[in-house]
């Protein structure tokens, strides 16, 4: 069965920290693996990953996959109260290669 | 352009009865996905589907649970004869053409089976 574990299950820091989140997976028929941040309810998309060994940046968000250890790290530099929400690694594959697989997610709390 | 729009946002039913929940998707978008959220777990994938198609519905359990695109009006999801295990959230998420980058998710619905 497809799995994706994140660890730590929550977080919590001080603004100014830098943090970093872990995304593991076993799935059949990876395509790619998508992080997400989920405020309040909905997911919204932060980065698609493919390749091992580039990294993606957005400000001070950035993501990096190694694809022969099978995980993924998410970083936020300089960490404001507004980074506080639940952070969703999915990753793209399984038996319908568009279906994607999630972790439970890693809960961020920022505190002044 | 309005987001994606999930109705209702909270629906709470008592056991054996049935749940309907609608999505919206984006102006433009003719691809849907469900999926549901347990409490402590990730979303899961239940149905993937086009207008008037469903393309793959592995995901959804085999009874109770049935999705529709119809040509007109928003993606349906429904629930029959609830069970308290039903409680969870359900999310759907909208696409131009398919891909997950080019996805955007509704505000869930919260289903409560009381």
């Known amino acids: 069965e497809d799995k994706v574990v994140q660890s730590p299950l929550s977080l919590v820091v001080h603004e100014g920290d830098t943090v970093t989140l872990n995304c593991s997976y076993e799935v059949t028929n990876f395509r790619s693996l998508l992080w997400y941040k989920q405020e309040k309810k909905a997911p919204t998309f932060l980065f698609m990953l493919t390749s091992s060994g580039i990294e993606k940046k957005s400000g001070r968000l950035s993501s990096i996959l190694d694809k022969k250890e099978l995980f993924s790290i998410l970083n936020i530099t300089a960490t404001q109260t507004g980074d506080s929400a639940v952070y969703l690694c999915?990753?793209?594959?399984?038996?319908?290669?568009?279906?994607?697989?999630f972790g439970k997610g890693t809960k961020l709390s920022v505190i002044p | 352009n309005a987001g994606v729009m999930q109705n209702p946002r909270h629906l709470v039913r008592r056991r054996g009865q049935e749940a309907r929940l609608r999505c919206s998707p984006m102006?433009?978008?003719?691809?849907v996905y469900w999926y549901r959220q347990l409490p402590e777990e990730g979303l899961k994938f239940m149905v993937y589907l086009q207008k008037e198609n469903i393309i793959d519905e592995s995901g959804m359990p085999k009874e109770r649970f049935s999705a529709e695109f119809p040509k007109e009006g928003p993606s349906i999801l429904r629930i029959q004869q609830v069970v308290r295990g039903d409680s969870a959230a359900y999310f759907c998420?909208?696409?131009?053409?398919?891909?997950?980058?080019?996805?955007?998710f509704g505000q869930g619905t919260r289903l409560t089976v009381v």
């Open positions: 999915a990753v793209e594959g399984g038996a319908g290669s568009y279906q994607l697989t």
């Open positions: 102006k433009g978008h003719s691809h």
């Open positions: 998420a909208s696409s131009p053409n398919g891909l997950n980058t080019e996805a955007f």
